[in-house]
């Protein structure tokens, strides 16, 4: 079974502003996440830019999934999913 454009999730996820600002300029292309989410290739990604001391800044970048998340356990980081990020074309 193939997936259409709708069947594909989205997941809201804070973005602390260093962080952030690094997707914005195209200098951090993946995301290292807890995988307590059904994170898949192809869903999309809305980072939604978060300061710890104002709350939500009102920036947000939009993202896909470029490829099937990878699970960090190997690495040391049990429970976590890396996945690399794109711009929707």
Do not use: C, N, Q
């Amino acid at each position: 079974m193939t997936r259409t454009r709708s069947t594909y999730r989205v997941h809201f996820l804070k973005s602390l502003p260093l962080y952030f600002e690094e997707v914005a300029t195209g200098r951090k292309d993946f995301e290292v996440r807890r995988g307590d989410r059904p994170f898949a290739y192809r869903d999309l990604v809305v980072l939604r830019e978060w300061d710890s001391k104002k709350g939500y800044t009102g920036r947000e970048l939009v993202r896909e999934i470029g490829d099937v998340p990878l699970r960090m356990d190997d690495a040391g980081m049990p429970g976590y999913v890396s996945f690399p990020i794109r711009r929707l074309e």
